[in-house]
């Protein structure tokens, strides 16, 4: 903004006196925004290493915690506390004006909480270590309503771990779901961001759905295609992930079908849609060995290809440098890892070099016309470079 | 929808869950049978509950004929029967007993033996009361007092699902 102050001042837009009140005006707010930032910062880190503690302190399970001789005793004093605490943030938040920031920080602190109380029952009644997922999910069950009732953007990022949590530490997923469970897991998450609900009225909440599942969507895919894990279990068929698969394409197609003004929707259902169908296809086990080789091979290569070319396409159309940037940290991965996959012989290698380099010209002439088409829609404006 | 309507929906939404989660485990201990296992300890550290003893019973080790149809995660009932003060192993089912005390359990995994000669599978079966929390320093105790064997305290419903009390 300075330099742009500066700028003005020189093609003679504004005069000396109105820069300095501009200047000092932006001064302040800059104070008052670090001011700002660090007490949330505070609160933050404060918050969570109480909620830490509390759940470090069940874990202890010591004298002080066996100072309430029964069980009820126990589970009533942390859902008493646990309840405090969301009430005083409500407070904070709602009725006391001035500490608004406090009761954020306390509801988002008595959504720590009440993981330790799920962590104290399943202790009390020894429940197995196998059932964390269950405790997971019952704490991700407490949270959502709060995230998505109060609109909370922090408590829905503790959401999503919770979800990342409790799905990774489902009993026997492996079995069930075998080498296609992150997929599942990735196309679960993008679904639910898609549905027309909460694309609509938590679209603040939606970028971090879609980078995760993007990410595992990715990094898995190239896994597979260094590892051939598709091949190598190709005879195995796994109804589960199957069954997952056909239903979350069926959920795809739907908010495809309630959302089809969305120009940006129809991209990624074609994408999605296609790596449940690739997925599926190699789920049921029914193409010919040979043919499944090649196909799988060709069908990863395009799955990472749609992913880093739909990054950078809906990175520049909404001018998003996150997305871009993302696509570009792929871009990267992915070459490197097609470098010392795809072969041993310097000529293919030079070969798959001249290949690669024009395929990435004519990305940057396409970007580079799609950026013109921006600035011409934008009357010419002066667009920042990426 | 006001904040306080939310408020009141979230506090009574999470006082729902914890009478649920507490009345599904209480309703063994209040009307379970107890019954005493043999049990040797092992001691681990779950990182959101803290340290516990893994208790492995004589009921976790079943042999059974190579040729019958247990599968891994086989839901399995072992009929239990009374020994001195001790609950031992009786028989084997897959399907619910009629009669008897019984206890619900999992095939968590086969070991197969390969001598000609034994005609015979173990199974290694979970009944989810194998771990039983305990203070740091307490469940180091545990270990050391259980490491020649000891005995377990359960309750155990009609329906064959137990919950550990205590270790002797």
Known sequence: MKKHIKKWLEKGYIDEKQAGIILEDIGEEEKRNARLAMNITLYTIGAILIGIGAISFIAANDWLLRLFASRFAKIFASLFVTFGCFGLGYWFSYIKTGFKRLGSVLIFLSTLLIGGVWALIGQIYNLPTESNCGIFFLWLLSVLPVAFLFNKKDINNLSIVLFIVTYFSIPNTYDTLAHLSPIVFALILYNFANIPLIKNNFAHFTPAYKAISTVVLFFTTLVMFCSGALIDNYETISTPAIATLSVLLIFTLINFTLNKKDDALKAETVILSGISIFYTIFGINIINFEIAAVVNTIGLNIILAAIILALYHFGYKAQDSRLVTRANFFTLVYISVLYFKISYHFLDKALFFFLGGVILLSLGIYLEKQKKGLKKHAGGGNTDEQ | ?168
């Open chain 2, 1 to 168: 929808m006001s904040n306080k309507t939310k408020t009141l929906i979230i506090l009574g939404f999470w006082l729902v869950l914890a009478l649920f989660f507490v009345a599904v485990n209480e309703k063994i201990f209040m009307t379970g049978d107890e019954i005493r296992l043999k049990v040797r300890p092992v001691d681990p550290r779950d990182l959101l509950r803290g340290q516990y003893v893994v208790l492995n019973y004589d009921i976790s080790n079943v042999d059974v004929k190579k040729d019958t149809d247990f599968k891994r995660n086989d839901k399995v009932y072992v009929i239990l029967q009374k020994e001195r003060e001790i609950h031992v192993f009786k028989e084997i089912s897959a399907h619910i007993p009629t009669n008897g005390q019984y206890i619900k359990g999992q095939v968590d995994y086969i070991r197969w033996n390969y001598d000609k000669d034994k005609n015979f599978k173990t199974l290694n079966i979970k009944y989810g009361i194998e771990n039983l929390f305990a203070k740091e320093k307490e469940a180091k105790e545990i270990e050391k007092r259980l490491t020649k064997g000891g005995v377990a305290v359960i309750k155990l419903d009609k329906q064959g699902r137990a919950k550990v009390l205590r270790v002797e």
